[in-house]
């Protein structure tokens, strides 16, 4: 099993910043690649970002390309989404996840990922 923990969420308003964190117990971490999603109100959970195993690949949903930043620190047990230039259609709870495997052709769907944390809310005002 493995226990993830998110934090860093909050209100901000357009244009501002946050940076998530979702740290990581029960397992050895830098054995998962690490994703973050995100649900709005009346949404299916959609794929945001995503860092393999080592961090030599990251993945962004077009909607955050250029704005978020998916990072890791495997010493600390703990995945970061650094949040730019954020906008109303941003709010939603994010989620983290990891998976022990992942791929290019898969990353983007919720099955694939093995373990999720329970979720922070983001609400960025206009």
């Known amino acids: 099993q493995v226990q993830l923990l998110e934090s860093g969420g909050g209100s901000v308003q357009a244009g501002g910043s946050l940076r998530l964190s979702c740290t990581a117990s029960g397992r050895t971490f830098r054995n998962f690649a690490v994703g973050w999603f995100r649900q709005a109100p009346g949404k299916e959970r959609a794929f945001v970002s995503a860092?393999?195993?080592?961090?030599?690949?990251?993945y962004h949903a077009d909607s955050v390309k250029g704005r978020f930043t998916i990072s890791r620190d495997n010493a600390k047990n703990t995945a970061y989404l650094q949040m730019n230039s954020l906008k109303p259609e941003d709010t939603a709870v994010y989620y983290c996840?990891?998976?022990?495997?992942?791929?290019?052709?898969?990353?983007?769907?919720?099955?694939?990922?093995?373990?999720w944390g329970q979720g922070t809310q983001v609400t960025v005002s206009s």
């Open positions: 996840a990891v998976a022990y495997l992942l791929s290019s052709d898969t990353y983007f769907y919720t099955p694939t990922w093995d373990y």
């Open positions: 860092m393999t195993k080592t961090g030599s690949s990251t």
